[in-house]
């Protein structure tokens, strides 16, 4: 691609994330990229979100905006169940796809579109952003400089004691997949198997429940803590009633090189909101998103809390600060060969452990690697 050729974006989705995230990224590139049409099947949600951002068109169908607009970029932003077949239409009209995570909902499914992309010269961009986040960027790096020594254990979690979001059709298996694990699992697992180095997960156990969501119960939620912290345009109608998926999630993962992965994630849940990650280390611990370094100096115990600057923040005021990232990366990676962040081996390995993940809630039993991936 010429690195002097502006590119055309359109996004498939006009709901939450796109307009919380993906567009505001887009826009702070500048004349770099050009928006040039939204589609949605809601009609009052496209032409809405297109007049928010001065976007020049809207559709209803996908296929018609590819087809007229003909852009170098699009940004899949409906719901899960959805992604493989947006993903795969927008890169049948030759299109570069960054789609929200997961890009599929089973490994089979993900290995297909990444193929798709690979036969075509194309590229994939999965939306898995928590990775870009300047505390996980310094563990990264702490991690490649050997500070945490051979890291074989670490944990995750992210507890919303009340936090449904109750927009779109995350509670609703058919078009959202599974739950909590789907929308807030896939994060943590990808950001810790990316600060380890990115071993290949050999098993995964998982259990999951669906309890309190369809009780019916009457208490005040909010919508930013949510996860809509910017709030939700064109917020639909809930029911409790359709709730069928996933509002906790808990499990471990074998990885080849003899590490775990411990993890817990809800929606809701009858515990107190939590979130962190830490790693443990042959040589010392890391607990984020504090960042502070377990080790020792001669002969005592040490903590150790760095000094980051606002310099190393560039978008710590947005409302989600890892889009940003991610686009400008897509965009820096289409226009001047800069090397991806997110590979497609490391998305088709998360992908391989939600498939596993749901089936062994399923069956009640650990699920190795080679049922998903073959061997």
């Known amino acids: 691609m010429d690195?002097?050729?502006r590119l055309k974006v359109a996004i498939i989705g006009s709901g939450m994330i796109a307009n919380t995230a993906h567009i505001p990224a887009y826009l702070n590139l500048g004349k770099r990229v050009h928006l040039c049409a939204v589609s949605d099947l809601r009609a009052d949600s496209a032409r809405e979100t297109a007049e928010r951002f001065s976007i020049p068109r809207w559709y209803t169908e996908a296929e018609d905006?590819?087809?007229k607009e003909k852009p170098d970029l699009v940004s899949v932003c409906t719901s899960n169940a959805s992604h493989k077949a947006m993903a795969m239409l927008a890169m049948r009209h030759g299109a570069h796809v960054a789609c929200e995570k997961p890009v599929a909902l089973n490994y089979d499914d993900t290995r297909e579109l990444y193929a798709y992309a690979r036969k075509h010269g194309l590229v994939l961009f999965a939306c898995q952003v928590l990775r870009y986040n300047t505390e996980y960027q310094l563990a990264h790096e702490w991690a490649q400089e050997g500070r945490l020594g051979d890291i074989y254990f670490s944990e995750s979690v992210l507890i919303r004691r009340r936090g449904i979001p109750k927009w779109g059709a995350f509670h609703k298996k058919e078009t959202n997949g599974g739950g909590v694990f789907c929308d807030l699992g896939v994060h943590l697992v990808d950001a810790a198997l990316w600060v380890m180095g990115g071993p290949k997960f050999t098993s995964v156990s998982g259990v999951?429940?669906?309890?309190?969501?369809?009780?019916?119960?009457?208490?005040?939620?909010?919508v930013p803590e949510s996860g809509a912290p910017a709030g939700v345009p064109n917020m639909p109608p809930y029911s409790a009633s359709a709730f069928d998926v996933d509002e906790f999630a808990a499990g471990m993962i074998r990885l080849d090189n003899g590490a775990s992965i411990h993890f817990k994630t809800s929606w809701v849940i009858n515990l107190p909101n939590e979130y962190g990650m830490t790693f443990a280390g042959s040589l010392g611990g890391l607990v984020l998103p504090e960042m502070t370094l377990l080790t020792t100096m001669g002969r005592y115990q040490a903590d150790v809390r760095p000094r980051v600057f606002s310099e190393e923040r560039p978008y710590a005021n947005e409302v989600f600060p890892g889009h940003f990232f991610l686009m400008e990366n897509a965009v820096d990676h289409l226009q001047k060969a800069t090397p991806l962040m997110v590979q497609p081996e490391e998305t088709l390995n998360v992908t391989a452990i939600i498939d596993g993940?749901?089936?062994?809630?399923?069956?009640?039993?650990?699920?190795?690697?080679?049922?998903?991936?073959?061997?």
């Open 208 to 222: 999951t429940s669906s309890i309190i969501a369809r009780s019916g119960e009457k208490i005040l939620t909010s």
């Open 3 to 5: 690195t002097n050729s």
């Open 65 to 67: 905006m590819l087809v």
């Open 357 to 375: 993940f749901y089936r062994s809630a399923e069956l009640g039993r650990e699920v190795f690697a080679d049922e998903i991936v073959g061997k």
